[in-house]
């Protein structure tokens, strides 16, 4: 340890001995306002393995507190934005795998957040899965939230079960790992989403398939024809029949489509048109060997 021991024998008698042993200084512990020491980047926990980055939107302090308690227990972890405006900033500064998004917030409400993150508005990722908080339960505002590009919606207070099974079912659905491609289809997973045995999913993979298809073509005659409105009401019903199938790509496709329809947003409609028809060709190529 760097220290010394040695004895001295005194005139009086006996033996004395001393050491000396070189010891840090121990950090005092923080009390009542003040700050716990800093930890260099080495020493601060590690993210935890599978772990994803959660952006909660918020600007009620009590509210923000429960949801990263939540986030916490879910083993996740957290980032702060509390105007909707700063949320669009940190998601173009950085990733996310999943955004908590309240409603009635400064500068940009929830709706105009969402709708700003579909269009593509300078964020890395347009298509990132977004959960609307909101204190009203009203189907009104449920279906506003879904068509402005929401992914789900959870009601206040947050009840713990309701927001991680929602969030989890979503963090499933999120991007793949690093350097892989998404799946093009997960008929197993949406089969146990439906809760239907293999016989009975064959035939609604079937119906969806010619639903998706049929629905695609009069979505085509739609747009040639300028008529949006058309169009965002076939992305909604197109939406469930590609969910069934396990085409979770082209229903996140179709969901954002439909959001940019509604605005009346032509240039992303236009981009998100082109790629929903290279992914469903892609569907069908799988699908049907030979035909697509």
Same mark, same amino acid.
Do not use: Y
């Given at each position: 340890?760097?220290?010394?021991?040695?004895?001295?024998?005194?005139?009086?008698?006996?033996?004395?001995?001393?050491?000396?042993?070189?010891?840090?200084?121990?950090?005092?512990?923080?009390?009542?306002? !003040?700050?716990?020491?800093?930890?260099?980047?080495?020493?601060?926990?590690?993210?935890?393995?599978?772990?994803?980055?959660?952006?909660?939107?918020?600007?009620?302090?009590?509210?923000?507190?429960?949801?990263?308690?939540?986030?916490?227990?879910?083993?996740?972890?957290?980032?702060?934005?509390?105007?909707?405006?700063?949320?669009?900033?940190?998601?173009?500064?950085?990733?996310?795998?999943?955004?908590?998004? /309240?409603?009635?917030?400064?500068?940009?409400?929830?709706?105009?957040?969402?709708?700003?993150?579909?269009?593509?508005?300078?964020?890395?990722?347009? !298509?990132?899965?977004? %959960?609307?908080?909101?204190?009203?339960?009203?189907?009104?505002?449920?279906?506003?939230?879904? !068509?402005?590009?929401? /992914?789900?919606?959870?009601?206040?207070? %947050?009840?713990?079960?309701?927001?991680?099974?929602?969030?989890?079912?979503?963090?499933?659905?999120?991007?793949?790992?690093?350097?892989?491609?998404?799946?093009?289809?997960?008929?197993?997973?949406?089969?146990?989403?439906?809760?239907?045995?293999?016989?009975?999913?064959? /035939?609604?993979?079937?119906?969806?398939?010619?639903?998706?298809?049929?629905?695609?073509?009069?979505?085509?005659?739609?747009?040639?024809?300028?008529?949006?409105?058309?169009?965002?009401?076939?992305?909604? !019903?197109?939406?469930?029949?590609?969910?069934?199938?396990?085409?979770?790509?082209?229903?996140?496709?179709?969901?954002?489509?439909?959001?940019?329809? /509604?605005?009346?947003?032509?240039?992303?409609?236009?981009?998100?048109?082109?790629?929903?028809?290279?992914?469903?060709?892609?569907?069908?190529?799988?699908?049907?060997?030979?035909?697509?």
């Amino acid at each position: 340890m760097g220290g010394r021991i040695w004895a001295e024998s005194p005139a009086r008698g006996g033996s004395l001995f001393r050491f000396l042993v070189p010891l840090k200084r121990a950090e005092r512990a923080p009390g009542p306002g !003040r700050a716990a020491p800093e930890t260099s980047a080495a020493e601060r926990p590690k993210k935890a393995s599978g772990a994803k980055r959660i952006l909660v939107v918020e600007d009620n302090p009590a509210n923000i507190k429960v949801a990263q308690a939540h986030i916490k227990a879910m083993g996740h972890e957290n980032a702060v934005a509390t105007t909707g405006k700063q949320a669009l900033s940190m998601l173009a500064a950085e990733p996310f795998d999943l955004v908590l998004m /309240d409603i009635g917030l400064p500068e940009m409400d929830g709706f105009e957040a969402i709708e700003a993150i579909r269009a593509g508005n300078n964020v890395l990722d347009p !298509r990132v899965p977004i %959960i609307v908080l909101s204190a009203h339960a009203l189907t009104s505002v449920k279906e506003k939230s879904l !068509r402005a590009g929401a /992914d789900g919606f959870l009601t206040k207070p %947050i009840d713990f079960e309701s927001m991680s099974g929602l969030l989890q079912t979503h963090l499933d659905r999120g991007r793949p790992p690093e350097g892989r491609a998404p799946a093009l289809l997960d008929r197993e997973q949406a089969r146990q989403r439906l809760g239907v045995d293999a016989e009975d999913f064959k /035939d609604i993979f079937e119906t969806s398939l010619a639903e998706l298809t049929q629905g695609l073509s009069e979505l085509n005659a739609a747009l040639r024809t300028g008529d949006l409105a058309e169009a965002a009401r076939l992305c909604h !019903r197109l939406k469930g029949a590609a969910g069934n199938m396990g085409a979770d790509a082209c229903q996140g496709i179709l969901s954002h489509l439909e959001s940019a329809a /509604d605005r009346g947003d032509l240039e992303p409609v236009q981009r998100l048109h082109s790629e929903l028809d290279r992914e469903f060709a892609r569907v069908l190529a799988q699908v049907r060997p030979g035909q697509a």
